[in-house]
């Protein structure tokens, strides 16, 4: 059987599922079988099938009330997408560092937490940030959380805290903008003082730039 395209029906329900889970991955809460409906133009029998495959294989479940939610199965797609994204800010995120003399890093967020997925030092400076890759935070500290929290309002201004990570260090960090499947940020973190007015647009570029990279 084939839809009104001519694609196989198959190709047809791997679309459906695919947007299913864009659909519970988008604003972070819960969705009834007939919101999901609703909001993908499907009837409520099409959109019962294709939760129960997700639930199925773990890529969704159903709370108490019904509601749909992401599974704890996408963890293990994104560990393995994790040393992709990795490879593919290095370059930027070492232009970054070498650039304005801060350890430069790429945060991804894993529910509520930060995760450092990237992190360059700079080579010439006297003394700099360590800041280890793993490590995680609450989004509530530190510029790059900030940033993240920002972009799930819609925002894309840079974020600048001090203090909040670790004692003297200050940060500024920009979310990723337009890419649906990933939250993120880029940011830089030093002891020394720090420009806002010249750096903070810097981070932003580099976020552009990454984004451009992912996209």
Do not use: C
């Amino acid at each position: 059987m084939r839809d009104h395209k001519g694609n196989p029906e198959s190709a047809q329900t791997l679309e459906r599922g695919l947007r299913l889970l864009r659909l519970l991955a988008d604003g972070h809460r819960g969705r009834t079988p007939t919101e999901l409906a609703q909001e993908l133009g499907l009837s409520r029998p099409i959109v019962y099938r294709l939760l129960t495959t997700l639930q199925n294989e773990g890529f969704a479940r159903r709370d108490a009330e019904g509601r749909a939610h992401l599974g704890f199965g996408v963890l293990a797609l994104a560990r393995a997408v994790q040393p992709l994204l990795r490879a593919a800010a290095l370059p930027a995120l070492r232009r970054l560092a070498e650039e304005t003399g801060a350890t430069a890093h790429l945060t991804a967020a894993e529910g509520d937490e930060g995760l450092a997925i990237a992190v360059v030092e700079p080579t010439w400076t006297d003394m700099h940030v360590a800041y280890r890759e793993g490590s995680r935070h609450p989004l509530t500290r530190g510029a790059a959380g900030l940033a993240i929290l920002a972009l799930r309002e819609g925002r894309t201004d840079y974020q600048v805290t001090e203090g909040q990570l670790q004692e003297g260090a200050r940060g500024i960090a920009a979310p990723l903008p337009g890419l649906p499947w990933l939250e993120a940020s880029v940011g830089i973190v030093t002891f020394g003082p720090i420009d806002t007015a010249t750096l903070g647009p810097r981070v932003v570029r580099t976020a552009i730039e990454l984004r451009e990279a992912l996209s």
